[in-house]
Antibody
Framework: EVQLVESGGGLVEPGESLRLSCAAS????????MHWVRQAPGKGLEWVSS????????NYADAVRGRFTISRDNAQNSLFLQMNSLRAEDTAVYYC?????????????WGQGTLVSVSS | DIQMTQSPSSLSASVGDRVTITCRAS??????LNWYQQKPGKAPILLIY???RLFSGVPSRFSGSGSGTDFTLTISSLQPEDFASYYC??????????FGPGTKVDLK
């Protein structure tokens, strides 16, 4: 069974940092591209960042570029998101997401999410 | 970036109703269009990919159609467990992957 389990969320003040982790199991993690998607309270889904299998190619949404860093450890079946200089508008549930091998590359498995709250 | 819109933003329906949700892309995305269902407090789940292909385990009452810029998600006979929000997503020109704003389906 595919499982993605996020951790590391919490309440921080503006300007502080958090590191999210995602533990993957039930599939060969090293052959899948991975993403982070977030959802602000009561709002829609927003793509945050992606990383290919080898970690060589990485992309970010404009809203987080320069502040967030995605990484992965294939030996540990883990995905990470280092979030620096957090802002109130970063408050959201953050989902770890697998990009499938299906046609058109949909996101076929999502973690349960971890809540990041940024407030003074 | 490709912008995605959905209509309606919300709808009220009864069990057994046929429900149709529309998604429009700001430019041609061929069939790089996927649909997700999300229930309150839960992660989204994949329903439809490549505009019309049913993901494994998804009931056949769900169907998708369209190509280019206009797409639809249809629920042929709404069931109690289908009351949820639905999002379309384009994966044609990335980054960024973009989602529609969502359609909330609730009980009339």
């Amino acid at each position: 069974e595919v499982q993605l389990v996020e951790s590391g969320g919490g309440l921080v003040e503006p300007g502080e940092s958090l590191r999210l982790s995602c533990a993957a199991s039930g599939f060969k993690f090293s052959i899948y591209d991975m993403h982070w998607v977030r959802q602000a309270p009561g709002k829609g889904l927003e793509w945050v960042s992606s990383i290919v299998t080898t970690g060589r190619y990485i992309n970010y949404a404009d809203a987080v570029r320069g502040r967030f860093t995605i990484s992965r450890d294939n030996a540990q079946n883990s995905l990470f998101l280092q979030m620096n200089s957090l802002r109130a508008e970063d408050t959201a549930v953050y989902y770890c997401v697998r990009e499938s091998k299906l046609e058109r590359l949909p996101f076929d498995y999502w973690g349960q999410g971890t809540l990041v709250s940024v407030s003074s | 970036d490709i912008q995605m819109t959905q209509s309606p933003s919300s709808l009220s329906a009864s069990v057994g109703d046929r429900v149709t949700i529309t998604c429009r892309a700001s430019q041609n995305i061929v069939t790089y269009l996927n649909w997700y269902q999300q229930k309150p407090g839960k992660a989204p789940i994949l329903l439809i990919y490549d505009a019309s292909r049913l993901f494994s385990g998804v009931p056949s009452r769900f169907s998708g159609s369209g190509s280019g810029t206009d797409f639809t998600l249809t629920i042929s006979s709404l069931q109690p467990e289908d009351f949820a929000s639905y999002y379309c997503q384009q994966t044609y020109i990335t980054p960024p992957v973009t989602f529609g704003p969502g359609t909330k389906v609730d009980l009339k």
